[in-house]
């Protein structure tokens, strides 16, 4: 396939609740969209970064800046018949991986649509649907959080997840724990402690948490081997894991016993897909991990939950949780918890332009012809 153009954008995106994590406040976000233009079929991309550098170092703006300046200048007018051989192409791109996996999947998009496969079979995958949970930012009270962890219970997803930081952990989780008995929980910590709060993690641990997400650095693994001994409750790696070679270093470790993939933190679908596959090597358990994603993001995620590892309820909760409008048609919203993965070539989405241009703050587009 031969990339004859590369379009970017920037558009705005306002949350409908205000989401806080240990890291910070988000609601209005912006997001970095790529359309790739091959023979005759285009393929779509969503950077999974946000404004500021709180959960990676990787911001829309390096994002853009990366793609621009080199990721584009490598790949624009040549031919890849594989996503191997694009990502060979940008070896020299060291990190950066949200940017890498903008273009990546967008590359899978189009390979899919070529073949007039849904991306889910070109992957690999089996399921075609997909339990979700929901992950819910730090509310103002302990009754607050009990109200919204009851309404997502009621709305039917299949788990729930708390963030935490310290000072608000055990107190708001345990009021959960009593309202909810049977539901299953989670808490994500977004890297917010250290070992010497080890304290807090042993209280957490007599809940019954389905697994402790992230507690310790978001470049550790030590420690969190030396936590995950002191617990019964899992933990499980997202910051931490950048690829394949860090699940296999983090389960052999002991420093998790769950991972959450995110794809665009391990540069795209390829190697989502192999880090899926060390996970299974070592009976862990995956689930796919969201970053507030519009249409375009959540279809990747939902069609990379179609392998057999991604056993665990996903974070690609209902489009309609987050936005007013997403920017694709259908609407990508879970029934009693569950999503279906969308059939049709490729992501099996279609761009809602009217819309994504109403949002749009800047737009350029690259193009082989130009660049010659
Ligand atoms: O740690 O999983 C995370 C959102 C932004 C950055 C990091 C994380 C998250 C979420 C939101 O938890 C998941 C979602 O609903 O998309
Ligand atoms: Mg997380």
């Known amino acids: 396939m031969r990339l004859e153009g590369i379009e970017l954008r920037e558009v705005t995106a306002h949350l409908k609740f205000r989401f806080e994590t240990s890291f910070g406040v988000e609601q209005d976000l912006r997001k970095v969209l790529l359309t790739l ?3 005759g079929v285009e393929g779509y991309g969503e950077a999974t970064s946000g404004l500021s550098p709180g959960y990676s170092y990787e911001t ?5 800046d990366t793609l621009k300046h080199h990721i584009i200048p490598h ?3 040549r031919d890849f018949s594989t996503p191997a051989q694009l990502l060979a192409a940008l070896s020299p791109v060291r990190g950066h991986n949200m ?18 496969v849904p991306l889910w079979v070109l992957l690999g995958g089996s399921r075609t649907e997909h339990p979700v949970g929901a992950s819910l930012g730090i509310q103002e009270s302990t009754e607050k959080t009990v109200e919204t962890a009851l309404k997502h219970a009621e709305q039917g997803y299949k788990r729930l997840k708390f963030k935490i930081k310290p000072g608000w952990d055990v107190a708001p989780l345990r009021a959960v724990r009593e309202a909810l008995p049977d539901m299953p929980l989670t808490v994500d910590a977004n890297s917010a402690y250290s070992l010497t709060d080890a304290r807090v993690f042993q209280q957490l641990d007599e809940l019954g948490l389905e697994y402790i997400e992230q507690p310790l650095a978001h470049d ?3 420690d969190h081997a030396q936590l995950q001994r002191l617990l019964a409750t899992p933990l499980c790696l997202d ?3 950048h690829s394949p070679e860090d699940a296999r270093k983090g389960l052999q470790l002991g420093s998790g016993r769950v991972i959450n993939i995110k794809v665009g933190r391990v540069r795209g679908h390829l190697l989502a897909r192999r880090t899926h596959d060390v996970a299974l090597s070592f009976g862990a358990p995956v689930w796919c991990g969201g970053m507030l994603e519009f249409g375009i993001g959540r279809a990747h995620n939902l069609h990379l ?6 056993t665990l309820p996903g974070d690609t909760a209902s ?3 987050y936005w007013d409008e997403d920017i694709v048609e259908p609407v990508l919203d879970a029934v009693d918890g569950i999503q279906k993965i969308p059939d049709g070539p490729g992501l099996g989405v279609t761009l809602k332009h009217d819309l994504i241009d109403q949002l749009t703050l800047r737009h350029e587009m690259f193009s082989a012809e130009a660049s010659r």
């Open 60 to 64: 829309n703006e390096t994002v853009w």
């Open 305 to 310: 939950s179609s392998l057999p590892g991604f």
């Open 99 to 116: 940017a890498v996996a903008t273009l990546e999947t967008a590359f899978w998009d189009a390979s899919a649509k070529a073949a007039g």
């Open 75 to 77: 790949v624009l007018g």
């Open 37 to 39: 233009h091959t023979e």
């Open 220 to 222: 550790d693994l030590i």
């Open 239 to 241: 910051e931490s894991i």
């Open 319 to 321: 489009a309609s949780r």
